[in-house]
């Protein structure tokens, strides 16, 4: 049997997701379905999808291994396309101090924050992040995650932004998820530099994108636009220079104030605006307009109650939204998808059909991946999620429940119903 050969046959609902750019405002509710479905993958690449039986009429099954789908839902693999899934140490005891009640001032004070995981990271060796990374990994792919974006930004010095990346390049290699690399090192103001933000853009310009695109460690830029942090200004240097240099852009930005940080995320034709809790009117239209894929992070509002992303808005103003996780050590430490989805159809107001289309087909295109992953189309990845269930509508329905049974990564089984690595 040849690696990456498989056959899956007889779907009770083969959810295609099928396109090759990210669907906008209401077409993110086309699924594209097949009943009794079949899909092909030869030699990691998808080659036939359709009816079962027409399928099968085309194809000797000698070579491939045969996965019977009967009564089962099966979808393109999830892409998880924002993430901070390497950091030293954690804040678990910050967790309850939150859940007390303690303010945000008085738990810098007691050294929380996200400089306590600066400190951590900057502290940690790559063996022991590399480690905890690939745990980590292994855990969203029994959620159905086949993709993952990973950015920097716990370093905040060039040493330890370098050595972040390093340790996601080195788990790529090794680990069956594709990683996609992200450099953040503008994502907090270290005290080194407190008052000085306009000099720390100079120097991440001058001395560590470089290096970034030298070793080729990251992909994609990245930069916390927010009051308090780095302005629209500031923003718009270091955007400019990567792209310059080559790098593909990201944004945090209207998190927290409506700073109109959409607004450069389509100035500067960044490839997503992400969490966008306050993002404009103007900044939804100008993201639509430039095809900018407007990422949403719900667990990150729901872990710090605060209010979600205006969904049902942007879909409404012809955006492309995507979903991720935001799973990192301090707003949002969770990597659910299932967590995801629920808050996603009962509490932004999207469809079951429009979150299947915000965590395949859109979550590749955050990542200028959209015509290699996100959908089971002939020509792309075999990255395939068998659910335990016969419909799509289990994903939401069985509330925070996690309905995944098989992963498929490049046409091999990866993860079985136990939710172990397959050797």
């Given at each position: 049997m040849a690696e990456g050969n498989i056959i899956i046959q007889n779907a009770a609902q083969l959810v295609t997701c099928s396109g090759s750019e990210a669907k906008k405002g209401l077409q993110m509710g086309n699924l594209g379905i097949v009943e009794n479905g079949a899909i092909v993958i030869e030699d990691g690449v998808i080659t036939q999808v359709g009816k079962t039986d027409e399928v099968l009429k085309t194809v000797n099954v000698d070579g491939f291994q045969v996965i019977d789908a009967l009564g089962k839902a099966v979808l393109p693999g999830f892409v998880d396309s924002h993430t901070h899934f390497v950091f030293g140490g954690d804040r678990s005891e910050e967790f309850s101090w939150r859940l007390k009640g303690v303010d945000y001032m008085e738990i810098m004070e007691r050294g929380g924050g996200i400089l306590s995981t600066v400190k951590a990271t900057r502290n940690e060796t790559e063996k022991v992040l590399y480690e905890k990374g690939f745990k980590c990994l292994t855990s969203m792919l029994s959620f159905g995650v086949t993709t993952v974006?990973?950015?920097?930004?716990?370093?905040?010095?060039?040493?330890?932004?370098?050595?972040?990346?390093?340790?996601?390049?080195?788990?790529?290699?090794?680990?069956?998820?594709?990683?996609?690399?992200?450099?953040?090192?503008?994502?907090?103001?270290?005290?080194?530099?407190?008052?000085?933000?306009?000099?720390?853009?100079?120097?991440?310009?001058?001395?560590?994108?470089?290096?970034?695109?030298?070793?080729?460690?990251?992909?994609?830029?990245?930069?916390?636009?927010?009051?308090?942090?780095?302005?629209?200004?500031?923003?718009?240097?270091?955007?400019?220079?990567?792209?310059?240099?080559?790098?593909?852009?990201?944004?945090?930005?209207?998190?927290?104030?409506?700073?109109?940080?959409?607004?450069?995320?389509?100035?500067?034709?960044?490839?997503?605006?992400?969490?966008?809790?306050?993002?404009?009117?103007?900044?939804?239209?100008?993201?639509?307009?430039?095809?900018?894929?407007a990422t949403l992070l719900p667990g990150t509002a729901f872990s710090l109650k605060a209010s979600y992303a205006p969904a049902r808005e942007l879909i409404n103003a012809g955006c492309a939204v995507a979903l991720a996780s935001d799973f990192n050590p301090g707003s949002c430490h969770t990597e659910s998808i299932p967590l995801i989805i629920a808050l996603a159809t009962l509490y932004m107001g999207l469809t079951p059909e429009e979150t299947v289309t915000a965590l395949t087909l859109n979550g590749a295109a955050a990542i200028n991946r959209e015509k290699e992953i996100g959908s089971l189309d002939v020509g792309k990845k075999g990255d395939v999620v068998i659910l335990k269930d016969p419909s799509y509508h289990f994903l939401s329905y069985h509330i925070g429940v996690n309905t995944v049974e098989q992963v498929i990564k490049n046409g091999r089984l990866v993860m079985d119903n136990r939710h172990q690595l397959v050797s």
């Open positions: 974006e990973g950015k920097s930004g716990y370093g905040l010095d060039t040493e330890t932004e370098l050595k972040q990346l390093r340790v996601m390049k080195k788990i790529n290699e090794h680990h069956p998820m594709d990683v996609i690399t992200t450099y953040m090192g503008a994502h907090a103001v270290p005290p080194e530099y407190k008052g000085q933000e306009g000099r720390m853009i100079e120097d991440i310009i001058k001395e560590v994108l470089p290096l970034v695109k030298k070793e080729g460690l990251a992909e994609f830029c990245d930069v916390f636009t927010e009051k308090n942090v780095f302005s629209i200004e500031q923003s718009r240097k270091l955007l400019m220079a990567a792209a310059v240099m080559g790098f593909k852009l990201k944004m945090h930005a209207d998190e927290i104030v409506p700073l109109g940080g959409a607004e450069l995320a389509a100035e500067v034709s960044a490839v997503s605006a992400d969490h966008l809790l306050q993002v404009s009117e103007k900044g939804m239209k100008a993201l639509a307009d430039k095809n900018v894929v």
